[in-house]
C-alpha cells in the first residue's frame, strides 16, 4: 500500500535525497571512508525505461550525446526488450558529460513517435561512481536516478541486497558472481546491509547503507527512505576503539561563515561538537543573535549533510548526555524564531531578503534535535538501558544493545544512533515471535521516543503530541485531518477513476483541504512572534507547533503530487480545454491550496492572497471555456501563479547553490551532493508542484482560447546557429564560429531565458540574427521597440512542452527561424550562412533614416544659456514647455508641448500635463559651476568615452560609472529648482501635494527612426515643494546620459558621445489608474488601418520596462472601430501613490530607464558606492485583476479601448499621418468617468 503520510525525518534526512512522487527522484548510495578510483575517464550508465509498444515499435533513447545520436533518432541507441516491459541498454559516459535525452518510439517504417513531457537531464559525476537511471514513457518527472560505487568487484544484484539486509547479525550476504565489463573492469554497489561474525573477537558487525524508519508506510512517499546517506551501523557486542573516519577540510579561498565551518568541522568530531559549532556561528558570532542569510545558508547545508551522514560524526572521547544537545537546540531555535519574527513585522512593502531569511530560518529548524523537557533532564533516554539488562534476551543480543546503543547513546549521540536503532527493529520484528513480546514492545517504545528526540518522528505522532495545546477550533480541524488521513491512506493506491482501487480525486482533494486548514491553525499561532521572557517549556511545544507546520506543508505536498498525477493519467492536459466549470473545480481548488501553503510559509503573501481571489472570480463568473476571453482571463491569472512559483523556485537556489557547492568542495563530498543540493531543494518544494499544476491548466486554457504558443513582435527569416543564454547581456552570443569554409561567421539565433523588457540588442552587433525568449513580453515594451528598430526578428514562446520538445533539442546546431506576421512561427535545420535580412515593418515611419549625429542644438541658445546659468539668471534659463523647440530643448519637450496646444483644441477627448524644461546646456553649465576639478574630470572622462575601444568592457564600464557618478553628484541650486517649478504652476508656489515627473529629453532620442525608448532615466513622483528631491531627480537624469549602455546604443547608432545633450523635462505628474502605449500602426507588419494598443495598471513604467508580466493587449480596427482582445493583465504589481495620509510615511525609490540612480558605481577612491537616492512618493501595491474593471467588465473594457484608438487617430492626424508610439494614462473619476491624459508622442 502506498500511503500519503510525509516522514521525512527533520533531524535525519536531508531534502536533498528526497524522493516523492511526481518529481525527478535523486537517490544517492553511500559514501564509504574508502574510496576505489576507476581507472578509466569515464563511468557506466544504466538506463531502464518501461514503456509499451505495438507489435513491431523499437524504444530508443535520443538526446545531445553522440552515443545518443545528437537527437537524431535514426543514430539513436535502441534499447532491448526485457521482461514487464522494461527496456534496457547501458554506456560508458566521459565523467562531467551533461546528458539530455528523451525516449522515443521507432516504427516499422521508420516512423518516429515522440514523448510528451520534459527532457531528462543529468550530470555524470564520477570518476567514483556510476549511474542507473530509471524512468517510464511520457514520465519525464518520475525520473529516478541512482549512483552507485565503483570497485574491483561486481555489482551486487539487488535481490542479494535484500537478503543482506533482511538477514542482521549472523548472516553472511550471498555474493553473485563476477560479470565483467567490456573495458575488464567491474564495478558493484555496496549492499545495503551485510554482516558476518568473526569467532575470534566476541563481536559481529552488521553495516547498511540505508536505515529504512519503520514509522509507517507513508515514510515511502516523502523521502526517508534512501536519504541516510552515511556508513550503515556497525553492531558491537564490545566498545570500540574511538576512531574518526579520515576528512578533507579544504579553507584556500574561503572567508566567513564558509571558511568558520569548515576550519570548525575539522576539530569537530562528535554529533555534540558539530551542533556546539553551529550554535556558534548561529547565535553566538551574528549580533543581537541574530544571524544573516548566509549564515543560515551555509547552516542548513552544513547540518543537512551532517544529519545524513554524508559528514560522519565519532566519538571524541567525552561523555556528555543527549541533554547537552537539547540546550544547544534551544538556544538555536530561539534565535531562529527571532530572525523569522524579525522579518515578518518588517512593515512597508514586499521585502524579497525578508523572504528569503523566512526561508531560510524555517528550513534550518528541521535541522535541531527536540528539547523537549524530558530531554533536557541530566539523564535522558534512559528506558534503553533497562532493555541493555533485560533477562528475556539472549546474551549476544543485550551486548549489542549496550554497547551499539545504550552506552553510545549515554557518551555521544549522534544521528547514526537513530539509523542504528531503526535497524535493530527491523531485527527483533523480522520474525514475530522470535523474541519476547514485552521485549519487542518496549523496544518500539524507544524508538519512538528515540525519533522524538532527533526530531523524526512521524506527522500523526507529531500532531497527536499537540493536541493538548490546542483550542477546540484547532484541535477539531487536527482530528479531523487525522480521520481523513487514515481513511485515504487505507484506500491504498491505484488511479482512483474506480478502475484499479485507490483513493479516489475527491477524496485526496479533500486530503489537501484539511491539511490547508489544520496548518492555517498552527501558522496563525505562530506569527505572534517569540517574546524574551517565555519559558523553555512555552519554546518546546512552540518548536513541534513550528515543526508541525513545516511537516504539514511537506504532507501537502505529496498529497498535491498524488491529485496531478491522477488528473494526468486520467487524461486532463487533453479534457479540460472542453471541460465544465464543474470539471475545473478541482483542479483549481488544488491549486488554490498550493498557492495558499506557499502562502503560509509567508512568501508573497498578498499576492497570493489576490490569486486566490482572481481563481475564484473567474471560475464564478462564466464557463472558463465558453468564451476566447474568459479562457485568456483566466489563463493570464494561472501565468500569474505560475510565475509566483518560479520565482520563489529561483530564490531558493539563489539562497543553496553556491554555499553548497563551495561548501562541498571544501569538505571532500562528492561534486554530486553539492551540485544537486538546491535543486533537490526546489524539487521538493510546494511551489514545484504549483508550477506544474499552473503549468497544465494554463495549457490547457490556451488551447480552448485556440492561441498559438509563440508570439511574434518582429516577424522574418533568419538563420544562425541556435544557442541559448541568461539573458541578454554582453556575453550572451558566446565565441563566433564558422561552418561554410570562407570564414564567414555563422550568427546567431539566440533563445533566452529571462529579460525584463528594457534590454538592448543594437550593442550586441550584426551576429545576432534572432531572438526566442522564453517568456511573454508586452509588445510595446522598450525591448520590443528596440528589436523592431533594429530589425531583429523576435518570438516569444513560454510553453515548457514546446521549449523542450522543438527548441532545446536544436541547441548548438544551424537552424532556420520564420515567424510571420500573422504569429506562425516554424523552426527547422540548416539555412543559409549569409544574414538574412528581417522583414521590416511597412509603417511609414520606417523610411526615415536614424540621424548620423542626433539633432543638433543650436549653439546660440545653448550659449546664452551657459551664460544665464553662471549669472544666476534663472528665469532665462527655464523654458516654459509651450516655448519648446527641438533644437534647445530635444524633440521629446518639443512635442509634448504639441500635445499641450493640441489637447486645448481636442475639444476635451484628452488632456496633456503642464511643463516646464531645463534646456541643453544646463548640464555643462553646472559641471563649470562645480569647479576646476570637476570641470576637468568631467572633460577628460568624455573623451575616455570617445577613445574607448567596443570590445574593452571593463574600461568602458569603469568610465560610465565614474562619468555618472561625478553627474549626478552635482549640485543643482535651489533657487533654480524653484524658477523652474514656477514657470510649471504659472508663477504660483508650489503646492505641498503637487508631485512631479522628471523626465529626459536627448537631442538622441524621439527621433524618427531614434526613439531610445527607454534608454535614457525618468524620476516620477517627485515632491515639487522638496528643492533638494527635485534637484537631485534633475542631476540623476543627466547621468543617464553616460549608462553603458547609453553610450553603446549612440556608438552602433553612429552617433558621438560628445554630441549628445540631455535637456531635462519637468512635467506635472499624472497619478493614473491605467497606463497605455498605443502605437497607430500594428508593429508587427506596418499595418496603418490596425492600431495596437496595450494598457497596464498604475504608472506606465510597469508597461515599459523592468517588471515581469503581461499587459492587457488590443488591436483596433481604425474604420470600424472593433476591439480584438489578444491578452489580459497579470502584472504583479502597479507603480501608485500610497493610501491618503501615508506618503510621508511611504517613501519609495522609483527612477527608471536604465536604472542609473540604482547602479553601483566607482567613487573616486575606487570603492562602488550607490548613485545619490531620489526621495519620490510612489509605491508598488500588488494588483487584483479581479477588482479592475479592464479585466471585469466586457462592455466597459471595449467602450475605454475604443476611446483610446479615437485619442491615437487624433494625434496621428495631427502629427501629418506619421504613425505614432503614445504614451499616456487613464483617470477614473468618482463617478466612473474617463479623463485620457496623453504624456508623449514619437514617431514610431
Known amino acids: 500500500m502506498q500511503a500519503l503520510q510525509t516522514g521525512r525525518s527533520p533531524a535525519l534526512h536531508g531534502a536533498s535525497q528526497r524522493r516523492n512522487p511526481g518529481v525527478l527522484r535523486k537517490t544517492w548510495s553511500r559514501v564509504d571512508a574508502v574510496r576505489v578510483q576507476a581507472a578509466e575517464s569515464s563511468v557506466p550508465v544504466d538506463f531502464s525505461i518501461k514503456c509499451k509498444v505495438d507489435f513491431g515499435e523499437s524504444v530508443r533513447l535520443v538526446g545531445n550525446q553522440p552515443f545518443l545520436g545528437s537527437w537524431q533518432p535514426k543514430k539513436a541507441v535502441e534499447l532491448r526488450w526485457t521482461e514487464g516491459n522494461i527496456w534496457k541498454t547501458e554506456a560508458r559516459v566521459p565523467v562531467g558529460t551533461e546528458v539530455e535525452f528523451k525516449v522515443v518510439k521507432m516504427k516499422p517504417d521508420g516512423e518516429v513517435i515522440w514523448e510528451d513531457g520534459d527532457n531528462r537531464t543529468f550530470k555524470v559525476l564520477g570518476p567514483d561512481y556510476g549511474l542507473n537511471v530509471i524512468s517510464a514513457w511520457a514520465k519525464a518527472q518520475d525520473t529516478k536516478i541512482d549512483a552507485f560505487k565503483l570497485s574491483d568487484g561486481s555489482r551486487q544484484a539487488p535481490a542479494a541486497a535484500a537478503a543482506a539486509a533482511s538477514n542482521g547479525a549472523g548472516a553472511a550476504a550471498q555474493q553473485p558472481p563476477q560479470q ?399 471541460a465544465t466549470n464543474l470539471q475545473w473545480a478541482l483542479p483549481l481548488a488544488a491549486l488554490t491550496s498550493g498557492l495558499r501553503h506557499m502562502g503560509l510559509s509567508l512568501y508573497d503573501t498578498r499576492e497570493l492572497l489576490v490569486l486566490e481571489n482572481e481563481l475564484q472570480r473567474w471560475h464564478s463568473t462564466c464557463p472558463l471555456t465558453e468564451t476566447r476571453d474568459a479562457a485568456l482571463r483566466a489563463k493570464a491569472t494561472l501565468e500569474r501563479a505560475l510565475r509566483v512559483a518560479t520565482e520563489y523556485s529561483d530564490a531558493l537556489a539563489d539562497v543553496y547553490t553556491q554555499p553548497a557547492a563551495t561548501l562541498g568542495r571544501a569538505l571532500g563530498l562528492p561534486e554530486h551532493m553539492g551540485g544537486i543540493f538546491a535543486e533537490a531543494e526546489v524539487r521538493a518544494s510546494m511551489a514545484f508542484q504549483v508550477s506544474k499544476l499552473a503549468a497544465m491548466l494554463a495549457r490547457a486554457l490556451r488551447v480552448a482560447a485556440g492561441q498559438e504558443p509563440w508570439d511574434v513582435l518582429v516577424p522574418g527569416e533568419v538563420s544562425g546557429v541556435l544557442r541559448e543564454a541568461a539573458s541578454l547581456d ?173 489637447a486645448a483644441s481636442s475639444g476635451g477627448l484628452f488632456a496633456a500635463p503642464r511643463g516646464a524644461v531645463l534646456p541643453f546646456g544646463c548640464l555643462e553649465a553646472a559641471v563649470a559651476a562645480a569647479g576646476g576639478d570637476t570641470e576637468s574630470r568631467f572633460k577628460e572622462l568624455l573623451g575616455k568615452l570617445e577613445d574607448a575601444k567596443s570590445g574593452d568592457g571593463a574600461a568602458l564600464d569603469a568610465t560610465c560609472e565614474q562619468l555618472q557618478a561625478l553627474v549626478a553628484g552635482l549640485t543643482v541650486p ?20 503637487l508631485l512631479l515627473a522628471v523626465r529626459s529629453s536627448a537631442n538622441v532620442e524621439d527621433l524618427a527612426g531614434m526613439s531610445a525608448a527607454g534608454l535614457y532615466d525618468s524620476v516620477v513622483g517627485v515632491a515639487a515643494a522638496d528643492d533638494g528631491a527635485v534637484g537631485a531627480a534633475v542631476a540623476a537624469v543627466w547621468a543617464s546620459l553616460y549608462t553603458r549602455r547609453a553610450v553603446m546604443s549612440r556608438r552602433s547608432a553612429g552617433v558621438s558621445q560628445s554630441s549628445a545633450r540631455m535637456a531635462v523635462l519637468v512635467m506635472e505628474m499624472v497619478a493614473p489608474d491605467l497606463s497605455f502605449v498605443l502605437h497607430t500602426a500594428r508593429p508587427r507588419d506596418g499595418n496603418d488601418k490596425v492600431l495596437l494598443a496595450e494598457v497596464a495598471p498604475g504608472q506606465g513604467e510597469t508597461l515599459a520596462s523592468g517588471v515581469r508580466g503581461t499587459p492587457w493587449r488590443f488591436e483596433v480596427e481604425k474604420a470600424s472601430g472593433k476591439v480584438d482582445t489578444l491578452a489580459y493583465a497579470n502584472f504583479s504589481t502597479a507603480l501608485m501613490l500610497p493610501a491618503q495620509g501615508t506618503a510621508a510615511a511611504v517613501p519609495a525609490f522609483a527612477a527608471y530607464g536604465s536604472g542609473a540612480a540604482t547602479s553601483l558605481i566607482a567613487g573616486s577612491g575606487g570603492e562602488a558606492r550607490p548613485l545619490p537616492h531620489v526621495p519620490t512618493a510612489l509605491v508598488d501595491r500588488e494588483v487584483d485583476y479581479s477588482t479592475q474593471r479592464m479585466s471585469a467588465d466586457k462592455d466597459w473594457r471595449v467602450a475605454t479601448v475604443q476611446k483610446l484608438a479615437e485619442v491615437g487617430g487624433s494625434i496621428e492626424k495631427a502629427m501629418g499621418g506619421v504613425p505614432q508610439d503614445i504614451e499616456g494614462g487613464v483617470v477614473l473619476g468618482r463617478d466612473g468617468a474617463l479623463a485620457l491624459h496623453v504624456f508623449q508622442t514619437r514617431p514610431q
Open 730 to 902: 554582453s556575453n550572451a552570443l558566446g565565441p563566433a564560429s564558422s561552418s561554410n569554409g570562407n570564414g564567414a561567421d555563422d550568427g546567431v539565433v539566440l533563445v533566452v531565458r529571462r529579460a525584463d523588457g528594457d534590454e538592448e540588442l543594437g550593442p550586441l552587433g550584426p551576429r545576432l540574427r534572432g531572438v526566442v525568449l522564453l517568456q511573454e513580453l508586452p509588445h510595446l515594451s522598450h525591448l520590443g521597440v528596440r528589436a523592431r528598430q533594429d530589425k531583429v526578428t523576435f518570438v516569444t514562446c513560454d510553453d515548457a512542452d514546446v521549449i523542450n520538445r522543438v527548441l532545446r533539442p536544436m541547441l548548438g546546431r544551424r537552424v532556420t527561424l520564420t515567424a510571420t506576421g500573422d504569429c506562425a512561427v516554424s523552426l527547422r535545420e540548416g539555412g543559409s550562412a549569409a544574414p538574412a535580412p528581417s522583414k521590416a515593418p511597412a509603417a511609414k515611419a520606417a523610411a526615415a533614416p536614424a540621424p548620423a549625429a542626433g539633432s543638433a542644438p543650436d549653439a546660440a541658445a545653448v550659449a546664452a544659456v551657459s551664460k544665464a546659468y553662471a549669472s544666476g539668471k534663472w528665469g532665462e534659463v527655464v523654458v516654459p514647455l509651450d516655448k519648446a523647440v527641438v533644437a534647445a530643448c530635444g524633440s521629446k519637450s518639443a512635442k509634448c508641448g504639441a500635445l499641450v496646444t493640441l
Open 974 to 993: 535651489p533657487a533654480l529648482v524653484r524658477q523652474l517649478v514656477q514657470s510649471l504652476t504659472g508663477g504660483a508656489a508650489a503646492d505641498p501635494q
Open 180 to 578: 565483467q565489463s567490456s573495458s575488464k573492469s567491474s564495478r558493484s554497489r555496496e549492499a545495503s546491509a551485510t554482516s558476518s561474525v568473526d569467532g575470534g573477537d566476541s563481536s559481529s558487525s552488521s553495516r547498511g547503507s540505508t536505515a529504512v524508519l519503520s514509522k509507517s508506510s507513508f515514510e515511502e512517499e516523502s523521502g526517508s527512505r534512501g536519504a541516510w546517506v552515511g556508513a550503515g551501523p556497525e553492531f558491537v557486542r564490545s566498545r570500540k576503539k574511538d576512531e574518526r573516519p579520515a576528512g578533507t577540510w579544504r579553507t584556500e579561498g574561503l572567508s566567513g561563515v564558509a571558511l568558520a565551518l569548515v576550519k570548525g568541522d575539522e576539530q569537530a568530531a562528535s554529533w555534540l561538537k558539530k551542533l556546539g559549532l553551529q550554535k556558534q556561528l548561529l547565535v553566538d558570532s551574528p549580533p543581537a543573535c541574530r544571524p544573516r542569510l548566509d549564515d543560515l545558508s551555509y547552516l542548513y547545508v552544513y547540518a543537512t549533510w551532517v544529519n545524513t551522514g554524508a559528514l560522519a560524526c565519532a566519538e571524541s572521547g567525552s561523555h556528555y548526555r543527549p541533554n547537552h544537545h537539547a540546550n544547544l537546540a534551544l538556544a538555536m531555535f530561539r534565535s531562529l524564531e527571532w530572525v523569522i519574527g524579525d522579518a515578518t513585522r518588517g512593515g512597508g512593502g514586499r521585502s524579497a531578503a525578508a523572504e528569503k531569511l523566512i526561508m531560510a530560518a524555517r528550513r534550518m529548524h528541521t535541522r535541531l534535535p527536540s528539547f523537549s523537557g524530558e530531554f533536557r533532564v541530566s539523564t535522558p533516554l534512559t528506558r534503553i538501558r533497562d532493555i541493555a539488562h533485560r533477562n528475556d534476551i539472549p546474551k549476544e543480543l543485550k551486548d549489542e544493545i549496550k554497547h551499539t546503543l545504550q552506552n553510545k547513546l549515554h557518551r555521544s549521540a549522534g544521528p547514526e544512533d537513530l539509523v542504528a536503532t531503526e535497524v535493530m527493529l527491523q531485527r527483533v520484528t523480522a520474525r514475530p515471535g522470535e523474541y519476547s513480546e514485552a521485549f519487542v514492545e518496549e523496544f518500539k517504545i524507544f524508538t519512538r521516543e528515540l525519533r522524538e528526540f532527533f526530531n523524526a518522528s512521524g506527522l500523526v505522532e507529531l500532531l497527536q503530541g499537540t493536541l493538548p495545546a490546542l483550542d477546540d477550533a484547532h484541535g477539531s480541524a487536527v482530528r479531523s485531518l487525522l480521520q481523513l488521513k487514515e481513511r485515504v491512506e487505507a484506500a491504498g493506491g491505484g488511479n482512483g477513476n474506480g478502475g484499479g482501487g485507490g483513493a479516489k480525486l475527491d477524496d485526496l482533494m479533500a486530503l489537501l483541504t484539511a491539511t490547508t486548514q489544520a496548518r492555517s491553525f498552527y501558522s496563525a499561532g505562530l506569527v505572534a512572534g517569540l517574546r524574551n521572557d517565555v519559558t523553555d517549556e512555552v519554546l518546546a511545544m512552540r518548536q513541534r507547533w513550528r515543526l508541525a507546520d513545516i511537516r504539514l506543508e511537506e504532507y501537502a505536498f505529496v498529497v498535491l503530487s498524488r491529485i496531478i498525477g491522477q488528473l494526468e493519467e486520467q487524461g486532463a492536459p487533453a479534457k479540460l480545454p472542453k
